[in-house]
């Protein structure tokens, strides 16, 4: 395929996400085959990450904003826009290029707005960069309105942090299977593979790789010494407080990440129960289980029901990643920018109380439940704890003790990138008595 055919994908992607159709991830896996892959990947990527601060730029240059039947040719900009900034990609190429596939759109006026308007940024691009460096916080750090506001009165001291850290690619981060392997062990074979390599601070089974790789040229991957997961996940089994003979319940565990890591962390459970809701999310729990040669139960169930999956027999342990607004990610999944709304947190909000409600009576006396999030907002996290123990009167706050991260009045935040390490994080402890 040629350099069109990528591009003309990009601008569809880019057109339904900014329709909040689909997601990025979902989108990209429909065309992993393509031979301009990585490139696709490259400006879809970019284009999200920096999505409004390149509509600013657009708008400078146009008269008056694209009508919303025009999204495409908007898009095919914003694309454009990513490439003249941010790739190597001679200018004239990404002109001309661009140029010509305005004209898979119908409009015959298009192609001479898109070659004006890029040509346009070319020639007042110093006064137009500086411009936007001067611009207001959401289009200089390019996110959404409603949530640098929320940050900022939420975390007013480090919300300009987290702006510039969602921005910056994420590192490549590892986990060592302990059982199989340590991660001194690990590291020292990276190294003698010529992979640079480095201990993470919080967990002692984190990896951060110098630069991303692919898997297969990883040692260790394929017999399951490694898997890729965050540190801010790997800090989850030393949470939960793992014996030997414990039940345990990992309530929304596509794919499976933190499900594999309790059994890597604690081999004599008498059970553990994986859930998630779509079949399809589930498969995932299984291969993860099957590439790392663990097992566990695993149901495709909605939580939310338990008279649907649970056979009455309560658990000690109970982990509950609650499906959140990601804001915590937004570094790995920059269409968080183009997708989030108010709107969508609140809606949010009311399923993270319903599942907390749900599992509750699931969990023994003297148990603890895990209530974690990737979320940075305060209303999916310690608002959303306070409100539980508010109307739960066998549910009791336990500290969560740990040189990472910052103390909430309920639970234990990380924020994205702090010390150059893990994505955002929310962390909080419940015992039942």
Not at 69 to 89: N, V
Not at 393 to 398: F, G, L, P, S, V
Request: charged share 20%; proline share 4%.
């Amino acid at each position: 395929m040629n350099s069109k055919d990528y591009r003309a994908i990009s601008v569809k992607i880019l057109t339904a996400l900014q329709k909040g159709r689909g997601s990025l991830t979902s989108h990209l896996a429909q065309y992993t085959d393509l031979h301009d892959y990585g490139l696709l990947q490259e400006t879809t990527y970019g284009a999200c990450r920096w999505f409004h601060a390149l509509e600013y730029l657009l708008n400078q240059l146009v008269s008056k904003p694209l009508r919303d039947k025009d999204l495409d040719l908007k898009s095919l900009l914003i694309i454009g826009f990513y490439q003249l900034r941010e790739l190597s990609i001679p200018d004239y190429a990404v002109i001309n290029e661009t140029v010509s596939t305005a004209s898979m759109y119908g409009k015959p006026w298009g192609k001479s707005l898109i070659n004006g308007v890029l040509r346009n940024y070319l020639r007042s691009q110093h006064e137009l960069e500086e411009r936007l460096n001067q611009s207001s916080a959401d289009t200089r750090y390019s996110h959404p309105s409603w949530l640098v506001d929320e940050l900022f009165k939420q975390w007013p001291e480090q919300a300009e942090q987290i702006l510039a850290h969602n921005n910056v690619r994420p590192p490549m981060t590892l986990r060592a299977n302990q059982r199989q392997n340590s991660r001194e062990e690990l590291l020292k074979q990276l190294h003698v593979a010529s992979v640079g390599a480095q201990a993470g601070k919080f967990s002692d089974t984190a990896i951060y790789l110098d630069q991303p790789r692919p898997l297969t040229n990883l040692p260790g991957f394929d017999n399951g010494q490694l898997s890729v997961q965050d540190e801010a996940s790997q800090l989850v089994p030393a949470l939960l407080q793992l014996s030997p003979g414990q039940s345990v319940l990992d309530a929304c565990a596509a794919p499976g990440g933190k499900t594999c890591h309790i059994l890597e962390s604690e081999c004599s459970l008498t059970s553990l129960l994986a859930l998630d809701r779509a079949s399809g999310r589930v498969n995932k729990i299984k291969d993860n289980l099957t590439r790392l040669h663990l097992e566990a139960t695993t149901l495709c169930a909605d939580v939310n029901i338990p008279s649907t999956w649970w056979d009455g027999k309560k658990f000690d342990r109970i982990l509950l990643d609650a499906p959140c607004s990601a804001t915590g990610v937004v570094r790995r999944h920059p269409d968080i920018k183009l997708l989030g709304t108010p709107e969508n947190v609140l809606s949010l909000q009311k399923n993270q109380q319903e599942l907390l409600n749900s599992l509750w009576p699931c969990l023994k006396k003297g148990g603890l439940l895990l209530y974690t999030t990737c979320s940075l907002l305060r209303q999916e996290n310690e608002f959303i704890i306070d409100e539980f123990l508010q109307c739960t009167d066998n549910a009791k706050y336990e500290g969560v003790a740990a040189d990472w991260g910052v103390e909430c009045r309920y639970g234990r935040q990380l924020l994205t990138g702090a010390n150059d390490g893990p994505d955002g994080f929310f962390y909080c402890l419940l015992r039942k008595i």
